[in-house]
Nanobody, 125 residues
Framework: QVQLVESGGGVVQAGDSLRLSCAAS????????MGWFRQASGKEREFVAG????????TYADSVKGRFTISRDNAKNTGYLQMNSLKPEDTAVYYC??????????????????WGQGTQVTVSS
């Protein structure tokens, strides 16, 4: 059973920073890709950032480019999302997702087989 466990959410003020973590565990699971998505109240889930685990190549949504950084620690099987210069519009439940398959695009939810439970990020103005 593969599990993704997120941590690091919270309530911050605009301009602050947060770092989310996503620890992958179970069997001999080794991610090929990991992504972060978010879902604000009343809105659809949207792509935030993704990383190809082996090469470390990354992709970002335009709305977070330059402010958010996705990374991974191979030894810990853990991914991270460093969020700087947070804005009220970043308020959402953040989900990490992973797959051991080779995927075409990191930004599509259908490419991911495993999802975390979500962690709330609230940014006040």
């Amino acid at each position: 059973q593969v599990q993704l466990v997120e941590s690091g959410g919270g309530v911050v003020q605009a301009g602050d920073s947060l770092r989310l973590s996503c620890a992958a565990s179970g069997r001999t699971f080794s991610p090929n890709v990991m992504g972060w998505f978010r879902q604000a109240s009343g809105k659809e889930r949207e792509f935030v950032a993704g990383i190809r685990w082996s090469a470390g190549t990354t992709t970002y949504a335009d709305s977070v480019k330059g402010r958010f950084t996705i990374s991974r620690d191979n030894a810990k099987n853990t991914g991270y999302l460093q969020m700087n210069s947070l804005k009220p519009e970043d308020t959402a439940v953040y989900y990490c997702a992973a797959s051991s398959r080779t995927v075409f695009s990191l930004s599509f939810t259908r490419e991911y087989d495993f999802w975390g439970q979500g962690t709330q990020v609230t940014v006040s103005s």
